[in-house]
Every structure is written in structure tokens, then in C-alpha cells.
């Protein structure tokens, strides 16, 4: 088995949603309209970047293969792909429900762009950790 670079992949995997998310992020001072689009392209992102982690062929699949010890922090990553699609649901259907109030379309929007950064960060660490040598013995 061929092992790709992972550490340059998970750059740009994390590539197309890191700029969804700044996206998002200037959108949310502009219209429902914009921040809706903005929206859109986030999940869009994201639905990708599941799609090259995880499945027999995805980077979580070889992250296992190399570092089996990565079980749970691959687990918990998983996990956390659920919570960032309910995010963007979340966040999509209060910017559908009408006129809503401005602080809560913030709040939404802060709580989904912490989430992407922090798992952004949780990933590269991971595919750092599975790399990473330890010769061990030195004096």
C-alpha cells in the first residue's frame, strides 16, 4: 500500500471549507441573501471534505492503517462532521424563519465557524500525530 502525504492533503482538504467558512464569515455583516449563499457553499464544503475522510477509501481509513492508536480521535472527528451538518441546518433554518433577530443569526454563525476552525485544527493534529517518530533513547 502507497502511503500518500497525508499532512499536505489534510492542507487541502481543508482548503475549500476553511474559505467557505471566511466566506461566511463576511457574509454574515451583509443580507439574509448573501448569508444564505454563504451558508450553502459552507455545507457544500463540508459535505466534501466527509467525502474524502471517511469510507474504505477516505484519509480516516489510512490514518488507520498507519496509526491504528487513532481509533478514537478518528471516532470523535467523525462525530464531529454530524454536529457541523446539524450547524448549517441550524443555521439555515433561522435565516429561513423570516426576519430573524440579528444577534441570534451571530451566535449561530460564531457557533459554526468555531466548530470548523476547531475541527480544521483536531485534523491536522491527528494526521501530525500519525507521522510523527519517536526514537526514543536519547540521553
Same mark, same amino acid.
Given at each position: @500500500? ?7 492533503? +489534510? ?7 476553511? &474559505? ?9 455583516? $451583509?443580507?439574509?441573501?448573501? @448569508? ?7 455545507? +457544500? ?5 466527509? +467525502?474524502?475522510?471517511? $469510507?474504505?477509501?477516505? *484519509? ?11 481509533? !478514537? ?11 457541523? &451538518?446539524?450547524? *448549517?441546518?441550524?443555521? $439555515? =433554518? ?12 451571530? &451566535?449561530?454563525? !460564531?457557533? =459554526?465557524?468555531?466548530? *470548523? ?6 485534523? +491536522? ?7 510523527? *517518530?519517536?526514537? $526514543?533513547?536519547?540521553?
Amino acid at each position: @500500500m502507497q502511503v500518500r502525504d497525508l499532512r499536505a492533503e +489534510a492542507r487541502e482538504r481543508h482548503l475549500p471549507l476553511k &474559505e467557505a467558512a471566511e466566506g461566511l464569515r463576511q457574509a454574515a455583516a $451583509g443580507t439574509g441573501t448573501e @448569508m444564505a449563499d454563504a451558508l450553502e457553499r459552507v455545507s +457544500a464544503a463540508l459535505t466534501a471534505h466527509i +467525502a474524502l475522510t471517511e $469510507g474504505p477509501d477516505g *484519509v480516516h481509513a489510512e490514518l488507520l492503517a498507519v496509526a491504528p492508536r487513532l481509533a !478514537n480521535d478518528i471516532r470523535l472527528l467523525t462525530k464531529d462532521h454530524g454536529f457541523m &451538518e446539524c450547524l *448549517v441546518d441550524t443555521t $439555515g =433554518l433561522v435565516l429561513r424563519s423570516g426576519t430573524p433577530d440579528g444577534q441570534v443569526i451571530g &451566535e449561530h454563525v !460564531n457557533r =459554526l465557524l468555531d466548530r *470548523v476552525a476547531r475541527h480544521r485544527l483536531r485534523d +491536522a493534529d491527528m494526521v501530525y500525530q500519525a507521522y510523527q *517518530v519517536d526514537i $526514543g533513547g536519547q540521553a
